[in-house]
């Protein structure tokens, strides 16, 4: 069923505001090395500037759902659209590290608002019988995005300056809000009642303090020590204590029970593994050109594209895979690929064969936009209307929390193999040790797509003995 004109103006511009925020997430990631020589400050320092903004989407994405019913959908995405835009402005401004991870959470807290509500316009406004199509194109920002960002980061940071990375974000960002404004149909508030603020803190302070602990353990630090055990486990009991909240409270942050549902629960332990593998993998082969190959900025987002073909051909096709296959078998194809073509990532070299790398890269880039489609299209799939806002902010913070988490750990595993290297060939080994590391979070994003299959066996019998005989319809 093609697209009516008010759907595709609604797509454009929810599109293009989540493609800003999710290309601001991976853009930098092609300067980390610059910035650490910037400002002199080493890796595992300098990746907070990821980490810091992946955390405050994490923590900010719980609100966005109450913010749209309290405030108005289309009011609350010009708005974060706009604070984003001037989060940039002072991300390009900064003049120490603190100022550029302090801004970087601002534009994340923004982005935590903007990303989610563009999607929960989107989906009301394609209905059911239009929802994969419309989840493969809201999918493209969230997977293009980290891709072709450190392309469009390595020419500006080559002709243009760090800054720009930054001031880029500006007159989009300014366009973005004016088409919102202009474009997308008035929404009125629903009277959303009071926020839960116990939930919001517990839930945000929990993952901040679970990353922060596993980012220092990975740095070398002893798990018993304070900068670890006193971080990762009151980060767990924090994020305990919100479940067992959002389970009694009459009014929840977020409504859990959507866990009840088998195929909502393994949508959403796939799409948290998925986030890892996407956003916390983009960071290390930036760094293999830029250290180990010695490539410009320039040259390493050049070398970054054949992973954005892969994505691009799965994405455009992600809603004839899940058609034709149905979700459980395209999530299982599409996490196959993925991690049987990580496999030559875990052996790379100081000279390992460029044609080689591109080919496995728009291998994998397909396995990974083959699998994340049908991923968020089950998690829509199963859940009543009512449900899209609590379904929305799940899914993108289970997303969040895996990319910040897998960011933090990825960084600080690579830095303490880089620490101790002194040839080409040793930097390769450390980046192919990390790579084992995805190479884990990708079958564990494979795994659920057996929970998937098994639902959808369970479910057909069920299907078919709720419709009426050929008869009875006539």
């Not at 806002?389 to 933090?408: E, F």
Request: proline share 5%; net charge positive; aromatic share 8%.
């Amino acid at each position: 069923m093609p697209f009516s004109p008010a759907l595709r103006r609604v797509l454009i511009v929810t599109t293009l505001g989540s493609f800003l925020a999710f290309l601001d997430s991976s853009i930098v990631n092609v300067a980390l090395r610059s910035l650490s020589e910037r400002f002199d400050t080493p890796l595992s320092s300098i990746q907070w500037t990821v980490t810091a903004y992946l955390l405050a989407l994490a923590a900010v994405l719980p609100v966005s759902g109450w913010a749209a019913a309290r405030f108005g959908a289309k009011r609350m995405y010009a708005l974060a659209i706009g604070v984003f835009t001037l989060g940039s402005l002072a991300c390009g401004l900064s003049d120490s590290i603190g100022e550029l991870i302090a801004f970087r959470a601002v534009q994340g807290a923004a982005a935590a608002v903007a990303a989610p509500v563009a999607q929960m316009i989107a989906v009301r406004a394609a209905g059911p019988e239009r929802l994969a199509k419309v989840m493969s194109v809201t999918g493209v920002p969230t997977i293009l995005a980290p891709i072709l960002g450190p392309a469009v980061g390595g020419l500006l940071l080559d002709h243009a300056g760090w800054r720009w990375i930054f001031l880029i974000n500006v007159p989009i960002g300014a366009l973005i809000v004016v088409l919102a404004l202009r474009l997308l149909e008035r929404d009125e508030a629903t009277g959303a009642g009071r926020l839960d603020l116990p939930g919001f803190l517990l839930l945000a302070l929990g993952c901040v303090g679970l990353t922060y602990g596993l980012n220092e353990f990975g740095t070398g630090s002893d798990f018993v020590s304070r900068q670890v055990l006193p971080w990762t486990v009151g980060g767990v009991l924090l994020l305990g204590i919100f479940v067992v909240h959002a389970l009694r409270a009459p009014a929840p942050l977020t409504d859990l029970r959507l866990y009840l549902n088998a195929r909502y629960t393994a949508a959403s332990v796939a799409n948290f593994f998925l986030g890892a593998a996407l956003f916390g993998a983009v960071i290390l082969m930036p760094l293999y050109f830029q250290i180990v190959r010695h490539e410009s900025p320039v040259a390493t987002g050049l070398l970054l594209i054949p992973q954005s073909i892969g994505v691009a051909i799965a994405v455009g096709s992600g809603s004839r895979f899940v058609q034709s296959l149905g979700i459980g078998r395209a999530v299982l194809l599409g996490g196959l690929v993925s991690t049987v073509a990580t496999l030559p990532f875990v052996l790379i070299g100081a000279h390992t064969s460029y044609l080689l790398l591109g080919a496995v890269m728009v291998v994998r880039g397909f396995g990974v936009g083959a699998t994340m489609v049908p991923v968020m299209t089950a998690a829509f799939r199963v859940i009543p209307p009512t449900a899209i806002a609590d379904a929305t902010v799940q899914t993108n913070v289970l997303q969040r929390i895996g990319g910040s988490l897998s960011t933090a750990i990825l960084a600080a595993v690579l830095q303490s193999r880089l620490d101790t290297a002194t040839t080409s060939a040793q930097q390769a080994a450390g980046f192919g040790t990390a790579f084992w590391w995805v190479l884990a979070i990708g079958v564990c994003a494979t795994a659920p797509a057996f929970l998937l299959l098994k639902a959808e066996g369970a479910a057909q019998p069920a299907q078919q003995a709720r419709e009426p005989e050929p008869s009875a319809r006539q």
